[in-house]
């Protein structure tokens, strides 16, 4: 599985239209940006602490294609980056984090 963090208003804005259309940092870089389930704790720490009204998502890879490509990022590590909206039928499950715990402690509890 690959995750995606994510505002929970986003979340709902993609389960309305069938698909994830990407963050704006998303469609800043070109694509939208998972992570590994080793390495979403450190982005949420990076790029979400302080943050609340977040929703984890869990995407199935196998329901994405070849539009999923894994490219060197942080560290020279591989990144899960999709080429084109998520389809609200690959994500697996969607998780709103509890807004009074910190986005990776939230995370790190949600992946066990």
Same mark, same amino acid.
């Given at each position: 599985?690959?995750y995606?963090?994510? /505002? #929970?208003? !986003?979340?709902d804005?993609?389960?309305a239209?069938?698909?994830?259309t990407g *963050?704006a @940092?998303d469609?800043? +870089? ?9 390495? @979403?704790? !450190? #982005? ?6 302080g943050? *609340? =009204?977040? #929703?984890?998502?869990? @995407?199935?890879?196998?329901r994405? =294609? +070849?539009?999923?490509?894994? !490219?060197?990022s942080r560290? =020279?590590?591989?990144?899960p980056h999709?080429? =084109? /909206? ?5 994500v697996? @499950?969607?998780? $709103?984090?509890?807004? +009074?715990v910190?986005a990776? +402690? $939230?995370v790190a $509890?949600?992946?066990g």
């Open positions: 599985m690959i995606k963090l994510l /505002p #929970t208003t !986003e979340w804005d993609a389960r239209a069938g698909q994830f *963050t @940092v469609h800043q +870089d070109g694509f939208i940006h998972f992570s590994a389930a080793d390495q @979403v704790v !450190e #982005t949420a720490r990076r790029h979400f602490a943050a *609340t =009204g977040l #929703t984890l998502l869990t @995407v199935d890879p196998a994405l =294609g +070849d539009r999923l490509r894994w !490219e060197p560290g =020279g590590a591989l990144f999709l080429y =084109g /909206p998520l389809p609200v039928a690959a697996v @499950v969607a998780q $709103a984090l509890p807004a +009074d910190p990776p +402690d $939230a $509890a949600l992946l």
